[in-house]
Structures are given as C-alpha cells and as structure tokens.
C-alpha cells in the first residue's frame, strides 16, 4: 500500500513534458498526419542557449552549376529511424550517418543521370523508409527516387538492394508514363509509406508543354514494387488535350479513416487554359484517396480552372479541432494563394466559411477564366489579398521612378487576375505564399505555424507569332530561362510566357517590405495569434533589416516544448523562435540556406536537430552539401 | 601614436575584409557587397598614409575622401554583418580624424 504514492509520483514523473522524447522522424513530415511537431519536450526557448553543433557531414553532392552538371537543389528532411540518419542528395545517393557523430555508415549510389530531364535542377527532398516489423535482410528497407523515374529500395542496415523489389531492388516507374509522354516521371519527393503500401507521386517539367502525362497517384508494395492501383486526376476526355494535376509534393495519411491526402498542381498549360475549358475537378485540389482501393472519397477544388499554377503545394497537415463541444478530425491546406482551408477530414466540407467570389474576366486568345473562386476569410490568409504591396520608395527612387511606372504598366485587378499580354502581377508569386514546407501544428494547443514568402512577380503572355523573337532578342541565343524565371514556351498554346520578380533595374524589389513573415493561428477559432517579419533578405551579401524580413523555402518544426526550429530564409542561418511570440531566441550561420525541415529527435538521451543546407537559387545563387546536426544535452 | 593606431586598424580592417570575402560559409564570402568592404578597406590604409605624407591643400582633400570611403566601408560591414571589420574601421577613422585635427602637421617649404 505504501508503494502506492511512490508508483503514482513515478508514472507521473513518465507523463511529464520533460520526460517526453522524440524516438523517430521517420517521414519527410515527421509523421503521417503532417503536423511537423517533435514531443522533445526539453527543447525549450531556455534551453536554446545550450544548443550546441554537434557535428556537420558534407555529401560531397553538390554543383553550381558553372561546370558539366546543372545546378543542385536539396531539400531533404533528414529520416531517424533504425537508430539512423538516412539521407537522400541530389545526386540521387543514399547516405547513412551515425546520428550522434555523423561518420558514414554506408551510402548507396543510384548511379541515376545526373541530367536537368524535367526541373531545371537537379533536386532531391530526401529518401523514405519502411519496416514490416520483423528482423531479417530488408525487412527494413531505405527508397529513394531519381530524376529518371527509378525507385530503389535498399536494406537500411547495410544499404544493398532489396533484390525482392522491382528488379533486382530498382523499380521502374516510368513503364506506367504511357500517355503523352514528352517526360519522365521524376522522382523527386520521397514516395509516402502507409503500411505495406508505397504511394507515389511525380514531378514533370512545369510551362513547357500543353499536352503533357496526366497526373495520378500510384500505390506499389513495399516489399515486391507491384503496382496496386493507379488514380488518374485527368478525366480521360480531356487527356488528349492536357495533362499534369500530377502530385509533385509530399501527401498526409490518416489510417484509421484509411485515406490518403493528396495535394494535386495544376493541368498544363500552367498560365494559360483555353485547351481546357470544361472542368477539371481534381485539379488543384485536395483530394482524398482511399488507400486500399485508390477510389477518390472525396475532393476540395480550392483554385478553379487554374491558370496561376497555384498548385497545392504540401501535405495536408491533420488534427484534432473542438468544435462546439466536440472533437472534429480535421484538414489544414496552407496554399500558394495564402489561404488557410480547414476541412473535415472525413468528408472534405470546410470547418470554417469558404465562400465562392467574383473574379476578373481574360483577355487572353481562347481563355475562359472561371467567373468565381473560393474564398476563406478565416483564419486570416497570410497574404494581404485586399491590396497589392505599395511601390517601395528606396527602390523607385534609386530606379528614378521605374517601379511606379511598372505599377501603372502591369495588370492587378486583385487576386486572380488573369495573365495578360500586357503583364499581369502575380501576387502572391507562383511560388507562394507557402509552398511545400507547409506548417507545423502543435497537435495539443491546435495552434498552426507557417512561414510566408511576400514576393510579386510579373508574369507576361506572348502570342506564339513574336515568341520566338523575342526570347532572340532577350537573350541572344543564350538559356531562356533559369530556375522559375525567364521565358517559357507553352508549347501546343498560343502563348509563351516571360515570368520574372518585379524588381528595379539596380536589381532591388519595387515592392514594400516585409519580403517574408511569420505566424500562428489558433486553429479551434481561426484567430491569427502573431504575425512577424522573419529571416533577413539579402543581395550582394548585404543583409536587408529585419523589419523586411525573408522570402522563405522549407518548413517550420514545433517542439512540445514550445520552440520552433526553421531554416528556409535567405540569409544561410538557421533558427530557434519562441513559439509563443514568433520573436528569435537563436540562430546559427551555416553554408546556404536551409531550404529544408529539420528532423528532431531524440538519440541516446539527447534530443538533436538536424538540417540538410542545400540552396536553392530561387532564393539566392549559394549552394551547398552541408549537414548539420546540434545537440542538446539532458540537464 | 595616433597615426599608428589609424593605420593599424585600418590594416587590421582590411584583413578582415579580405578574410569575410574569401573564407567559406562567412554568409558573405565571394559577394560583391565583400568586394566592395575589401576595396575599401584596402583603399583606407593608403588613404590615412597619403595624407598624412601631402602637402596642406591635397591633405584635406585626401583627408576627405578617405574619411568617405572609411565611412562608406564601415556601413558596407555593417550591412554585411561584419561587426569587428565595422569596429576597426570605426577606430581607424577616429583615430585618424584626431590625427588630423590635433596632431603634428607636416611644413612643407
């Protein structure tokens, strides 16, 4: 009798947020529900000042761009799994790493072309793992994509090919791109594991073509690469006249409801849709996927007849909301356009108001833009759709007024104002808004983090005749068009397309600060919490004010002890926020920007945080191979 | 003393410079905004030295000019987060600006 205060003080001692741990991140997520929340309870913000590099590892897969190879992208989230830190590169190698020293365990070469075949670099966002829960060879297995659509699955003890899957351990996937197949199913995005099944999705080669491969989502066992079933996103009529709605980002799962949640992009041509008038109705959208039989449960068009390629960019991000007493298993899609969709996840219709507005009508050849698009009003979206930026004073008068003669010059009529052939701004940019680094929620609180690139672009429609031309005259025979900028041909379409950020000639953006920001919403009522300035821009190495802040690529990672751990801005450092406010508490300078989420863990006692820093050149012309790991240690 | 104390922190800026331009990962290494720091840096030991060597007229006007380019530079560290190459810089333009106004001045004949 008298052990029992001694038992009850012990099991609440192991219920203590300090005794929470972290044992796995083991998806590019963390988890299947996508919510990016680490239960490492000691990370806290007063703990920050005791987080220390551990160690750093570089791959060695890296390229500028300046010589044989294209340019590198990395944005892999590292996996723990199997007492392990496995990577993916963009050379399309897997790397095993001691996660507490980071020596080499073993890596594992695709030997994958190392060619631009669709993105116009060569990119890599990490590798996936399964385990069937036995022991034996392959019985934990590492997979990894490459550009030129293999899969390969390997034994995550000594990395050799699991000879049992596909063909001696690679598995063609691009034996099913059998319909307008003018590019290969990339790899690119580590596949989502849900059990024993693999579902995989594909990256293409964005504003080039009309009639492209439909998108779809296949599903193939983990242990033989058998294809299960295959969902198309195309209705089959209008498959000789389009394509893509493919799934290029990373994909959430609930199985328990047994669905598998789907962000789809836009069909092709991306920035003009006379080829494609009738509706497409799970383009753009999210899209619920049964995961045993590939049947749609259900869908949410959140772009309509999408020519801004505002594809959804991430993984849905699944929790728990109370809702008048009761508990809803909900949906949250941040979006390129900025807006924040709450669904119910089990049938798809909003938890919050979303409301079918007016849109400006094209005159564009052939274009029928939908008359209405949806609109969320809650949570606030985290873009400022009321009004486009103001003109940047610094920049228009160290451009004698260019930038106000651009205002006067270009098409906004508001969101989704159409492409022109005048020039339209694109605000948010193609690129968002939020893009695939999504939002971490803290599945205790239903309190969402995200991070926010403020950036206006111009995007300029060019009739067929002239197109040719004038990439001539621009260029002078040279590359049109680098990493999402420059001319691009549409081809199949009366337009080609010039897509550029919306900077003065000295090179500065003409549009007002802050270039990106930072923000928590409560989920429960749709309240924005904070929202603040975050990272520091920067161009020709001169950092901007912080007040300006950073457009952003990757994502945020909330700790159970109330610390959010981001890289993603231009400045190359990566960071530690208080959750609670959004204010900084710890930052770190590392190779280039971390354009990628961390994986936090716990390992042998400590809790690590892990980022792979790769650049990216939409943000700034600074690659790297870097990995870098900080500990923090038990007090 | 304080003309020593102006080149030598001006020499000490511009081997910082030259370290944050070349040094991998100093998260401006091999800018143009580093380029610019390293030209200036450079610029002001020969700057601080030339006028202290010239006669009374080109003194002033070299004086100047170095003190605009010490200035310039010290905002390009800043700017660049290059805080000890701003606070060498800094000390060198002081150091220098109390040269000029107190120190010994060279009589030309």
Not at chain 1, 57 to 82: H, K, M
Not at chain 1, 111 to 116: G, H, N, Q, R
Not at chain 1, 570 to 591: C, Q, Y
Request: with cysteine; aromatic share 10%; net charge negative.
């Amino acid at each position: 009798m008298r052990h029992i205060p001694r038992l009850a003080a012990l099991c609440l001692l192991a219920a203590s947020p300090l005794q929470a741990e972290q044992p796995e991140w083991n998806t590019f997520n963390g988890n299947l529900a996508a919510t990016k929340f680490a239960d490492a309870a000691t990370l806290t913000p007063e703990a920050m000042a005791r987080l220390e590099r551990a160690w750093e590892f570089r791959t060695g897969d890296v390229s500028d761009g300046s010589g044989d190879l294209p340019e590198t992208v990395w944005s892999a989230t590292p996996i723990y799994a199997n007492q392990t830190l496995y990577l993916g590169t963009p050379f399309y190698r897997i790397i095993a790493l001691d996660p507490a020293t980071g020596a080499e365990r073993w890596s594992y070469d695709t030997k994958s072309t190392l060619e631009a075949l669709t993105q116009p670099a060569l990119k890599n966002r990490g590798v996936a793992y399964w385990e069937s829960g036995t022991e034996g060879i392959c019985e934990k297995r590492v997979l990894i994509g490459t550009m030129d659509a293999t899969l390969h699955a390997v034994d995550a003890d000594t990395g050799l090919p699991c000879t049992d899957f596909g063909q001696n351990g690679v598995l063609n996937v691009n034996k099913w791109n059998d319909t307008n197949a003018v590019f290969p199913f990339s790899l690119l995005q580590p596949p989502t594991v849900v059990g024993d099944t693999i579902l995989i999705g594909w990256a293409g080669k964005d504003w080039a073509y009309t009639v492209e491969p439909p998108g779809n989502l296949m599903a193939v066992d983990a242990r033989t690469g058998e294809l299960l079933w295959d969902t198309g996103f195309i209705p089959p009529e209008m498959i000789p006249v389009t394509g893509t709605a493919n799934i290029w980002s990373s994909m959430s799962a609930d199985p328990e409801l047994g669905l598998v949640y789907v962000p789809v992009s836009s069909p092709s041509p991306n920035y003009w849709g006379g080829n494609r008038t009738d509706p497409i109705p799970l383009a753009t959208s999210i899209a619920a996927i049964r995961i045993d039989t590939g049947e749609v449960a259900w869908s949410f068009q959140h772009v309509h007849h999408d020519i801004w390629d505002y594809d959804t960019p991430s993984a849905p991000t699944l929790i728990d909301l109370q809702r008048d007493g009761q508990t809803v298993p909900a949906l949250v899609q941040t979006t390129k356009q900025g807006f924040i969709f709450v669904l119910d996840r089990r049938t798809g219709a909003p938890l919050f108001p979303v409301e079918e507005r007016a849109v400006p009508a094209s005159d564009a050849e052939g274009e029928q833009v939908s008359p209405t698009q949806p609109f969320a009003d809650v949570p606030v979206p985290t873009i400022n759709h009321a009004a486009m930026p103001a003109v940047w004073p610094l920049a228009d008068l160290l451009s004698l007024g260019q930038c106000t003669k651009d205002r006067a010059t270009y098409r906004y009529e508001g969101l989704y104002t159409p492409p022109s052939e005048q020039g339209s701004f694109l605000w948010p940019a193609t690129a968002g808004g939020n893009n695939w680094g999504g939002a971490a929620v803290d599945p205790r609180t239903g309190i969402l983090y995200v991070n926010t690139s403020q950036v206006v672009q111009v995007l300029r429609l060019i009739p067929r005749a002239t197109y040719a031309a004038e990439v001539e005259a621009a260029t002078g025979g040279g590359p049109a068009s680098g990493n999402e900028a420059g001319f691009y041909a549409q081809e199949g379409s009366p337009y080609g397309i010039e897509l550029f950020e919306w900077r003065n000639s000295l090179g500065l953006p003409c549009w007002a600060p802050p270039f990106g920001t930072f923000s928590a919403y409560d989920l429960n009522t749709g309240e924005r919490l904070y929202e603040r300035p975050f990272g520091l821009a920067q161009q020709w190495g001169f950092y901007g004010l912080r007040s300006w802040g950073s457009p952003t690529l990757g994502g945020p990672v909330i700790t159970s002890g109330g610390v959010i751990l981001i890289g993603a801005s231009m400045d190359n450092r990566v960071r530690a926020l208080d959750a609670a406010t959004g204010t900084e508490i710890w930052s770190d300078l590392v190779a280039a920007p971390a354009v990628s989420i961390p994986a936090v863990f716990t390992h042998q006692g400590a809790d690590y945080v892990v980022w792979a820093v790769g650049g990216n050149s939409i943000l700034k012309p600074r690659v790297a191979d870097q990995v870098v790991a900080y500990r923090l240690d038990p007090p | 003393m304080l003309f020593a104390v102006s080149i030598l922190g001006a020499v000490t800026g511009a081997i910082l410079a030259v370290a944050a331009y070349l040094t991998p990962d100093t998260g401006v290494d091999g800018t143009t905004g580093a380029m610019l720091a390293v030209l200036g840096s450079v610029v002001l030991p020969i700057g601080i030295f030339l006028s202290a060597r010239s006669g009374p007229r080109a003194r002033w006007w070299l004086a100047a000019l170095t003190v605009i380019t010490g200035v310039l530079t010290a905002i390009a560290a800043y700017f660049l987060m290059q805080n000890l190459l701003m606070a060498a810089v800094l000390v060198a333009l002081l150091a220098f600006l109390i040269h000029l106004f107190t120190g010994p001045r060279r009589v030309t004949a």
